[in-house]
């Protein structure tokens, strides 16, 4: 039924062919009133006390977060899970968590004025845990005109930004 998708893992060769997409650093969203606000990075293993928002564990970051977070020799305190971005940084700018988010989706002075205001935005480090994109296609399925000219005009800006 879809002859195109992006995920956030590799797929099986066996089964796909992909390519790399991108990939983007993990965040941290912290209320400006916290202790961490004043770090220039975050290493993970100082949000083991903190109480997390995360995106819901239907989404991949959600399980790698906690395997990141296990594997340093803690199990994350998470009090607010979400499919929504939006509603992740509100409740770090009602100061009741810290939030996770890929950089690209963080919000900044000149995206979000009010609410850079209330929130400073950290990278994550000690790991870093990279949000990788793949485009995957079913091996050997057959691929419309239209959707052969969309990889090909994906794959090739793909090139040019990995350029860059």
């Known amino acids: 039924l879809i002859d195109l998708g992006i995920v956030c893992t590799q797929p099986k060769e066996k089964d796909f062919e992909s390519f790399f997409l991108t990939q983007d650093p993990m965040n941290v969203i912290i209320h400006r009133d916290n202790i961490l606000s004043k770090e220039k990075t975050v290493p993970l293993k100082k949000l083991a006390n903190e ?14 977060i906690i395997q990141h977070c296990k594997k340093i020799g803690f199990q994350p305190k998470i009090v ?5 971005r939006d509603l992740m940084i509100q409740t770090v700018v009602a100061n009741l968590g810290v939030a996770l988010l890929p950089s690209r989706l963080c919000p900044t002075k000149e995206t979000n004025p009010r609410v850079s205001e209330s929130v400073v935005v950290r990278p994550l480090v000690e790991p870093e845990i990279m949000h990788v994109l793949y485009v995957i296609w079913k091996r050997g399925h057959y691929l419309s005109h239209a959707a052969q000219l969309w990889l090909d005009f994906v794959r090739n800006k793909a ?3 990995s350029n860059l």
């Open 51 to 64: 109480s997390l928002v995360l995106y819901r564990d239907d989404f991949n970051l959600h399980d790698e």
């Open 80 to 84: 607010f899970e979400t499919s929504q």
């Open 159 to 161: 090139r040019v930004i």
